[in-house]
């Protein structure tokens, strides 16, 4: 009697096509996310509030008192914006721990393209900030800095 011998090769391409189609499904939705980022923000209510703040902000040391006090005098325009863009930890109930990696994904670009519009911006330092602003545990702060290097996101100054 001869042996049937079990080829892998069938099964795993099988697997490999659902991880394709799995993956598909989170690149569309990242796709959806880079050609609709913060669009609340050329609209009211939040337009007229990102007009008068985001100048300011511009010129505020990012964590520091003034820039949080700004950042509170942006009132409903801003609470409009977390409630409706839900990159931002506000967003959620739980902050945080209540996004997927899609919104941790966008979050992390969004820190990035932030540290770009102030001649101070760091990264490195932005994400000490929010790490403790959001609470965001060690494991997940070192996955954000993985990423962050790994696209190159660290600048001479960030690291």
């Not at 490999?16 to 209510?45: C, F, Q, Y």
């Not at 977390?82 to 990696?101: C, D, F, I, Q, R």
Request: glycine content about 6%.
């Amino acid at each position: 009697m001869t042996e049937t011998r079990y080829d892998s090769r069938a099964d795993t391409l099988k697997h490999s096509m659902r991880v394709g189609e799995l993956l598909v499904a989170v690149i569309g939705e990242l796709a959806d996310r880079a050609t609709h980022h913060d669009v609340s923000k050329t609209e009211p209510p939040e337009v007229e509030v990102f007009d008068k703040f985001t100048p300011l902000l511009a010129k505020s040391a990012f964590g520091s008192d003034e820039y949080k006090s700004q950042l509170r005098e942006m009132g409903e325009g801003l609470r409009h914006h977390y409630a409706v863009n839900s990159h931002h930890p506000e967003h959620y109930v739980n902050g945080v721990n209540g996004m997927t990696l899609v919104d941790v994904i966008e979050m992390l670009a969004d820190w990035r393209a932030a540290t770009e519009r102030n001649p101070n911006g760091d990264l490195g330092r932005s994400m000490d900030i929010n790490r403790d602003r959001f609470h965001v545990d060690e494991q997940l702060d070192q996955i954000m800095r993985n990423t962050a290097v790994h696209f190159g996101w660290f600048t001479r100054q960030d690291v």
